[in-house]
């Protein structure tokens, strides 16, 4: 990635090609989440609501390995837009050193708390059996995801998007296949249920993996990963740090956020858990897109910003606005039109299709405002900003959310808790551009 192309090419073609390789990578991850859901959902609605409920430590997880690999990737562009390569490799270095620690604690804890945390939701032994069995699985192959991410935020940071999208397509493509495979035993594989499930997952990631591992130990890379760099330099860890921690927690939020909805919503059916589980696997066609244009974005505002070309910056902010607008248009069309067959696709149970499909037309009407929050929060983090672009988080997952679920809840019933998903948005949203006007002009 050289300095003529990222400061001198035109912004369109620049973001797009940047861009584009990681929505559509995206899109396939969320392909691969649905078509994890929608084979669970066929063994019982037991194993969906197990899933809904495990989701949000499964969450949890992903949180720290992305808003680590945040930091990873801010201080990387950052160093490289300022020429600073040493600091660049040390960045890179220390970062994958971190992220294989995180993995390891995190297995070991997630798994210990799970028959635990799921209690305290349901009273059921078989969801809570399910939930331990598809758990125990998921949360061993942490320190893979860790190290995964941290490679993809790397090839990122340098501009490498193509070969971000082949490694994320190896492993959600291997995902796809083996779901059926592994959870009812085709062929001469056993039928392991929602263990299967479990391992199919782990398995696409050891492949994304190893297909990053390849491509970095075969090709001439611009930032490289060195033992000599691995001394200790609490500096940039700081650094690291203090932009990975509140990317992890803007990311993190929705777990606290899912967690208190489930309890919310289990005082009234274990039908309404299902609803909620099912949204946040099918909002993901829409979120893991933007996320892809978000980071896109990310490394072209850093780079640009580090090198002093503040004009570019805006532009470029404000074409990535644009385009997660388009999704999210299409995402609220969608889910007006279609939202019985969506819902149709992870039950057969009647009841749980019409509430379904209420809750996703109202749940809708946030997604377009939501286009304002999402693109301000990462563009804050590409500045190095993390804290201001932890405060919008904090509105859309807990500040706003939490009171205003609480409050509908009790005045509204469950159908008050799919209100509070699009007050939350439009709330937010003035929040974000507040924060973001503020920041930008005492920064630029």
């Known amino acids: 990635m050289n300095d003529t192309f990222m400061k001198e090419r035109p912004i369109f073609p620049l973001l797009v090609s940047m861009a584009l390789p990681m929505v559509l990578s995206m899109t396939v991850n969320a392909l691969y989440n649905i078509v994890d859901s929608f084979f669970v959902a066929q063994i019982s609605e037991q194993a969906m609501t197990a899933l809904s409920l495990v989701y949000p430590v499964q969450n949890m997880i992903n949180a720290i390995a992305i808003g680590f690999g945040v930091g990873i990737n801010a201080l990387i562009a950052l160093y490289s837009g300022a020429g600073d390569r040493c600091r660049a490799d040390t960045a890179a270095t220390h970062g994958l050193v971190f992220s294989i620690l995180h993995g390891l604690i995190a297995a070991v804890v997630c798994i210990a708390m799970m028959p635990g945390f ?146 919310l919503l289990a005082a009234y059916s274990q039908g309404y858990v299902v609803i909620l589980g099912i949204y946040y696997k099918l909002q993901t066609f829409l979120y893991l897109p933007a996320g892809g244009i978000v980071q896109g974005m990310r ?89 201001q672009s932890l405060v919008i988080s904090l509105c859309r997952y807990i500040i706003i959310m939490i009171p205003a679920a609480w409050i509908l809840c009790r005045l509204f019933g469950p159908v008050g808790v799919w209100h509070a998903f699009w007050v939350t948005e439009l709330l937010s949203a003035l929040a974000a551009a507040l924060v973001y006007k503020r920041t930008v002009k005492l920064n630029v």
């Open 118 to 263: 799921l209690r305290l939701f349901t009273g059921d032994e078989a969801v809570i059996a399910l939930g331990v069995r598809y758990s125990s699985i998921a949360f061993f192959f942490a320190p893979v995801i860790m190290a995964e991410l941290c490679f993809e935020k790397l090839f990122q940071a340098v501009g490498r998007m193509n070969e971000t999208m082949a490694a994320l397509l190896c492993g959600s493509i291997t995902n796809i296949i083996l779901d059926p495979v592994l959870i009812f035993g085709l062929g001469p594989f056993p039928m392991l249920g929602i263990s299967g499930a479990a391992l199919a997952t782990g398995i696409g990631q050891c492949v994304t993996l190893s297909v990053y591992l390849i491509i970095y130990c075969t090709h001439r890379f611009p930032v490289q990963l060195r033992l000599s760099c691995i001394k200790p330099d609490w500096r940039l860890d700081a650094k690291l740090y203090s932009i990975g921690v509140p990317a992890i927690l803007n990311l993190a939020l929705p777990s606290v956020l899912v967690s208190f909805l489930n309890s």
């Open 299 to 387: 490394p072209l505002i850093s780079y640009n910003y580090g090198a002093g070309e503040h004009g570019r910056v805006k532009k470029i902010y404000n074409l990535a606005m644009g385009m997660n607008a388009a999704i999210m248009a299409a995402g609220t069309i969608i889910c007006l039109v279609g939202s019985p067959a969506l819902i149709g696709m992870f039950t057969t149970n009647a009841d749980t299709i019409a509430a379904g499909q209420v809750a996703l037309r109202i749940i809708s009407a946030g997604f377009l405002v939501s286009t304002l929050s999402v693109t301000a929060s990462g563009s804050l983090e590409a500045l190095g900003k993390g804290t």
